[in-house]
């Protein structure tokens, strides 16, 4: 052990809301604008936590901001929370159930949505972290 060796210093872990809205069987993910962290690959729709919102109104916010759909806070449920390094960036992947909402997905901000049964979510390239995701949706 060198003990001269300067600690690696503490970054900030950004509280990241994850939402796997389900709909018979089928999830819905949406490809990341290309120019975002992790850009060009697909994702459970979220976004970032921000002061003074509880992690569920976090979601819900994003939902709608990203897929134009309202979800229902009550029908949320939580499945883990996940905190994974990038390197450039640490996030805590705080991912949810929901089981309930209303209005159309459509891609807001111009990108691809797609349903997807969840025995063919490998057929899509996720950040590296959703693997752990992913995983725990099976067991359930
Ligand atoms: N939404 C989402 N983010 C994910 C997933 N997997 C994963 O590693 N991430 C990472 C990528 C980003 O570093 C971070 C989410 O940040 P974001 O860019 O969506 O945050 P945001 O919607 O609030 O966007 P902004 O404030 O930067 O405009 O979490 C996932 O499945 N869904
Ligand atoms: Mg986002």
Known sequence: MDSTAPDKPQVKVIHVAVGMVLNGGTIL?????????????????????????????ALARELEEEVGITADTDAMESLTQLEFDYGDKVVLLDTWLCHAFSGQAHGKEGQPIEWVNINNLDNYTFPEANATLIEKLREK
């Open 29 to 57: 993910i949406a490809r990341r604008p290309d120019h975002l962290h992790q850009g060009g690959l697909w994702e459970f729709p979220g976004g970032k936590v921000e002061e003074g919102e509880s992690v569920q109104e």
